[in-house]
């Protein structure tokens, strides 16, 4: 291919942050979050029937429990990178 004349140079996005402690911590709270609130929207809409709970307050259980499943999920997933982060 013939040179076009345009000086191209590498970027490596972050690369300086990549193995940084607060980014993986970051990460496993974002995905242990994203995996409980999956999770209990499962479990909220099973146990929401279940229970026949009526009407609208199945939606407010579903949100409960999903903001829960999520909340308990992201801080073990976010404990847990934490202490592998010190290794």
Do not use: W
């Amino acid at each position: 291919m013939a040179a076009t004349g345009v000086d191209v140079q590498k970027v490596t996005p972050a690369a300086p942050f990549e193995n940084s402690c607060l980014n993986r911590i970051t990460a496993g709270v974002a995905m242990g979050s994203a995996v409980g609130g999956a999770i209990g929207v499962c479990y909220g809409t099973y146990e929401a029937f279940a229970n026949k709970i009526p009407g609208m307050l199945k939606v407010r259980h579903i949100g409960q429990t999903t903001m829960g499943s999520a909340a308990v999920f992201g801080l073990f997933l976010g404990a847990g990178s934490l202490i592998h982060c010190g290794k």
